[in-house]
């Protein structure tokens, strides 16, 4: 495989573990709605898609319209949730970065959520001097939202607007993604899509058509590593 020009990582599931907490937000906004369903059920349904989507099947479920409000309140009871909670980064994903950033690989985030969630996850995460807004601040310029173009996964179309603005071809960019939406997305853009399977069922994402599925982020990186032929003595164990 040849060495990637640019690494373009979903922000969700793969850089922030914010998933189990959004999913099981989502789980209870359904029941709400009246369609009770598990944590894991909501995993299955809602994980990887756009709030648009959600709205669009708890509506068909439940057989009524949840208005215009549905998603204004759904955001505001996630920021309480993180709050109370905290985001933490995914493990592996500080090493990951880390790793890019020392062989000056290109890399962004493109994320299906709007900026300002990147905002409340990322921005949570590496806070220190000279890094006040954590994160969100790491990848200044290099942020992309699917809110930006109106076009969410799995439509390629945010996978390729990163590209374009990072002025690499789709073909020589690799996506890391947790989602079968993400990696149909990736796929669709011609990009080879590396997946993480950790809430995900690795059958889903192999079905979606991933290039590569690894159980956890450092497993990714090792991916990653020998795709752009590292020696095997700057390998991590």
Not at 60 to 68: E, F, I, Q, S, Y
Request: hydrophobic fraction near 45%; include cysteine; aromatic fraction near 6%.
């Amino acid at each position: 495989m040849p060495a990637p020009a640019l690494v373009i990582l979903d922000c969700d599931g793969v850089l922030v573990d914010s998933e189990r907490i959004t999913t099981s937000l989502l789980a209870e906004v359904a029941a709400e709605a009246g369609w009770p369903m598990t944590d894991a059920q909501s995993i299955t349904h809602f994980k990887g898609r756009d709030l648009h989507e959600v709205q669009r099947l708890i509506e068909t479920r439940v057989g009524h319209v949840l208005g215009d409000g549905f998603i204004p309140d759904y955001r505001l009871r996630m920021a309480r949730r993180f709050a109370e909670r905290g985001v933490p980064a995914v493990a592996g994903a500080r090493e990951l970065l880390d790793w890019l950033d020392a062989r000056a690989i290109p890399h962004a985030v493109a994320s299906n959520a709007p900026h300002e969630k990147m905002r409340l996850t990322l921005g949570r995460i590496g806070v220190g001097p000279g890094q006040a807004d954590g994160w969100f601040g790491r990848f200044e310029g290099r942020r992309f939202s699917a809110y930006d173009i109106q076009r969410w996964k799995p439509d390629p179309g945010l996978f390729l607007h990163a590209a374009a603005a990072m002025q690499e071809a789709p073909e020589a960019c690799v996506v890391v993604e947790d989602s079968p939406s993400g990696v149909l997305a990736g796929i669709a853009a011609g990009m080879r899509v590396v997946a993480l399977a950790d809430l995900t069922p690795p059958a889903d994402l192999a079905a979606a058509g991933a290039t590569a599925i690894r159980a956890s982020m450092p497993e990714v990186l090792r991916v990653l590593q020998e795709w752009t032929s590292e020696p095997a003595a700057g390998l991590l164990p």
